[in-house]
């Protein structure tokens, strides 16, 4: 079986910053042994860009949609593009 390598840009909105979104974020990309960083961003929207298989990059974004319990997930935006292989490792970016 082809393990397809790629790279998801994503844009969570909603009630996401201030809940640990971060923490459950970064707790997940691990788990799904994903590469790249999450972080805040000024318009109180979180950022993740994910590398890795697009399988576990997909069960990763399921849970995203969800959130850690106070949070309030509105919508979510997603870019696919090509693996740059930038990343070594999955880290919060403050």
Do not use: C
Request: proline share 2%; charged share 25%; no cysteine.
């Amino acid at each position: 079986m082809i393990h397809m390598k790629i790279k998801a840009h994503i844009i969570v909105q909603g009630r996401v910053q201030g809940v640990g979104f971060r923490h459950f974020s970064y707790r997940h990309a691990l788990k799904f042994k994903l590469t790249g960083y999450v972080r805040n961003l000024p318009n109180a929207q979180v950022e993740s860009i994910v590398e890795g298989n697009k399988n576990r990059i997909a069960d990763y974004i399921e849970l995203l949609k969800v959130g850690p319990s106070f949070a309030d997930v509105t919508h979510i935006d997603i870019r696919w593009s090509q693996r740059t292989g930038e990343f070594s490792n999955f880290e919060v970016r403050f």
